[in-house]
């Protein structure tokens, strides 16, 4: 028995062999009073522990109800961060002119919302989520979409004090004519099916998000799959109509243009040279600048997956890493394999057009295989980088945009696309925070701890 209270009352009762029951009766009951008092805070025993009082109800201060256990679910309970120290040095970043700098992640959070959004805002200590919406795999027919999930996730977003970004992508099958072999996402044929849409979607959670990307990597047939290949000019023209129609709904919402891929590269369809299926990141984000894009985006935005280089390396600097099985930052150096050559390169880009618009990176991040067991085709940088460079390259890569002065919005990909998706070979997935059963790999606990700086 390790309760001594309890320890104590089995003494009392031995100590009243043979006298009688009415006497025991008697002193159980004054027992059973006290240990009562105990319970309920009346009394404090020596020694003992003092009630529990309730913390303020703010979200910052308590966490909602106990997460589910692996026992009743299947999931692992994560460690909440140690608090950071009231007494620990901070850089003195100076403010940014556009607000306080946005600590974000991406997440499934339509899975398991109100546990994913706890980890977010309880355990990581982050004020933004980046959800994608998809409007293709929700919305089996003109004018209908199915809004239960996100429903959800906004609310208890909304609950919790977390800011909600959301890129929309993907039209459906039934706003779109054209499909080559490879069918894969793209605009809808009329531009305006997606500017409603968004219409629609700024309406219904009006006052409960904050930003919206419009579109992603567009300068990828992969997203932009059209007879006309990609196009700045075509998306610059969705951008500005979805520019208008959110800012004439909500002009509070910040918009975002949609961010390319880092491609560092050019090509055309071998059965149509006049039709380009992916083009270098700075090439089309120049031809967004000729097409006036600035005027559409209050921010611009921007993607790095970091390969296998820290964040703090520029492409030209004759970085090197012998051990590394994948060699193509080494032995075809480029800007785009660069986390700070592709940042900065997009930011110089904006100062010489005569903008100061900041970056909203959408989603950056460090991919380890590590533990998995597996890694995705294509992704073999994956193997290079451990879970310790990831843990110490993310949050370095968090501290260097805080740093710079010219991101707004940083969003970590991925917090659970791991245990969220079909596998380890899943490309999303060495990406993630949570391991494929959904406990912390090392990054998570880091970035609770690491100080955020607005």
Known sequence: MDNPFLQHVGDI??????????IAAVIWGILLLVALAC????????????PATKAPATPTATLPAPQPTAAQEGFITLPTPTPQSSTQATPAYPRLPWGDFGYGIAANAIIMPDYTLNQIAYQLGFTWVKQQVRWDHFSPGPGQMDWSGYDVMVEFASERNLKVMLSVVGAPEWSLTYR?????????????????????????????????????????????????????????????????AIKSRDPNIIVISGALSPTGASATDPANPNRVIYMDDFVYFQQMINAGFLNYADCVGAHH?????????????????????????????????????TLWGYHDMIQKAGFN?????????????????????????????????????????FQLMREWGFVH????????????????????????ILDMQGAARPAYNALGEMPKIP
């Not at 319970?39 to 003092?50: D, E, N, S, W, Y």
């Not at 150096?333 to 700070?340: A, L």
């Open 13 to 22: 009762f031995a100590g009243l062999k043979g006298r009688k029951l009415t």
């Open 305 to 341: 997956n970091g390969i296998n280089m820290p964040p703090d390396v520029a492409w030209d600097e004759g970085y090197n890493d012998p051990t590394a099985k994948f060699r193509g930052p080494f032995d075809n150096p480029d800007h785009s394999w660069s986390f700070k050559s």
């Open 409 to 432: 919005l940083a969003f970590l990909w991925n917090l659970d696309y791991s245990y969220k998706g079909p596998g380890p070979t899943d490309p999303n997935a060495p990406y993630g």
């Open 357 to 397: 618009k900041p970056l909203c990176v959408t989603e950056f991040g460090w991919a380890t295989s590590e533990g998995f067991g597996a890694t995705p085709v294509g992704f073999e940088f994956a193997d290079d980088n451990t879970l310790e460079e990831q843990t110490q390259w993310t949050v370095q890569a």
């Open 180 to 244: 080559d072999a490879n069918p894969q996402a793209a605009p809808p044929d009329d531009v305006t099916l997606y500017i409603n849409f968004l219409g629609e979607m700024v309406d219904r959670y009006k006052g409960k998000i904050h930003a919206i990307e419009v579109w992603n990597e567009q300068n990828l047939d992969r997203e932009w799959d059209t007879a006309a290949g990609v196009n700045a000019a075509s998306y610059v023209e969705m951008l500005r109509l979805s520019y208008q």
């Open 39 to 50: 319970v309920f805070g009346l009394i404090k025993l020596p020694g003992g522990k003092a």
